[in-house]
């Protein structure tokens, strides 16, 4: 596999915006999130499976996965996450390294919410990439993006990973905490060094750099 970064940080972070940053540069993205929706769309390849453990409630009229439904459970029940997990996360890493292997960028870019608390997601890629902000950040944004209440904010961000748990996990940081012209020059930066660790890469055995 060509040399990889796995991009993670909390809700309202900004994790789509800097990724985006990054594919403008040439990067491949690879965005979790957006194969999970792929999965559980209509006739999307987890509903099936998703329907048969949970039942028919948590499919809406389309056949799509019921979300606000199944994000009501999973947030007060960690064994029914811990059931949607089983179904999607394998459908979800098999989905991602067939793109990655089809990846023509000078790296890729794994987006990957959950990242730091995933073991085996961090054996994947060569370096962690966080996106920081402040928790007042987050939950400003997302309660303004999707119009959701403070407490709904704050119990997604208690199902993740804390910002310290992540700050200790990177091996780059980028801050955002204000305009998003503030974040070019740190990804900037970032891209021509993973350029240069991606050129040295190709002439040794893959290693964490």
């Known amino acids: 596999m060509t040399f ?3 991009l993670t940080g909390g809700i309202g972070c900004g994790k789509t915006t800097v990724a985006d940053l990054f594919a403008a540069l040439g ?7 957006l194969i999970a929706h792929r ?16 039942g028919p409630q948590f499919a809406a009229a389309d056949g799509a996965l019921e979300r606000a439904r199944m994000r009501e459970l999973v947030f007060s029940d960690a064994l029914a996450k811990a059931r949607l997990e089983a179904i999607l ?5 098999e ?10 960028g000078a790296y890729v870019i794994f987006v990957v919410p959950l990242l730091v608390q995933s073991p085996a997601w961090r054996q994947r890629v060569t370096r962690i990439v966080v996106i920081d902000c402040p928790e007042a950040v987050q939950v400003a944004r997302v309660m303004a ?5 403070e407490q709904q904010v704050r119990a997604i961000m208690a199902a993740q990973a804390t910002r310290a748990e992540r700050l200790a ?3 780059d940081v980028i801050t955002n905490d204000g305009e998003i012209a503030a974040l ?23 290693q964490r750099l």
């Not at 990067?27 to 999130?33: K, V």
């Not at 769309?41 to 998703?50: L, T």
């Not at 996360?89 to 890493?93: A, D, L, Y």
């Open 184 to 206: 070019h020059p740190q990804i900037a930066l970032l891209h021509a060094k993973y350029l240069a660790i991606s050129k040295r890469m190709s002439e040794l055995p893959m």
């Open 89 to 93: 996360h394998p459908r979800i890493v």
């Open 169 to 171: 996990a990177a091996d």
């Open 4 to 6: 990889s970064i796995g």
């Open 39 to 54: 999965l559980t769309a209509p006739q999307g390849q987890a509903m099936p499976a998703i329907v048969a453990e949970f």
């Open 145 to 149: 993006r999707n119009g959701l209440s």
């Open 95 to 104: 989905q991602a390294l067939a793109e990655a292997a089809a990846a023509s």
């Open 27 to 33: 990067a491949t993205l690879i965005d979790t999130d």
